[in-house]
């Protein structure tokens, strides 16, 4: 991955992780699976990536968790908070703005319209 798709990541990472969680609690490897999917293999979070950043989510409270023994295997299972799904609806909003921004901006990039020049 070249730098500037990892610093895109970095950023949006966050973001990408309340939204795997917006449809119902998951344990780490369903999360990580479903970032692998949804992004059609673009979104590969490491355990050493993905562990932090759940912490760290539910330090700042948007999104906590519990165990779970169910199955004969204890896992950790995370959810959003309301503070969460707060976040994550102003954060795809913003994103939504932004895409919508570069797509202006790139248009010129990509070359000439394929409709025809006013006479």
Do not use: N
């Amino acid at each position: 991955m070249e730098k500037f798709e990892r610093e895109l990541l970095r950023g949006s990472l966050d973001t990408i992780v309340l939204s795997v969680l917006a449809d119902g609690p998951k344990y780490g490897y369903l999360i990580q699976k479903q970032l692998r999917e949804a992004s059609h293999g673009q979104v590969q979070a490491q355990a050493g990536t993905l562990y932090p950043l759940l912490h760290r989510l539910e330090a700042d409270k948007l999104i906590r968790s519990k165990w779970d023994d169910a199955g004969g295997r204890r896992r950790k299972w995370y959810e959003l908070t309301s503070s969460g799904r707060k976040r994550l609806s102003a954060q795809a909003l913003a994103w939504r703005r932004y895409a919508e921004c570069m797509a202006r901006f790139l248009e010129a990039a990509e070359g000439p319209a394929t409709s025809p020049a006013p006479a």
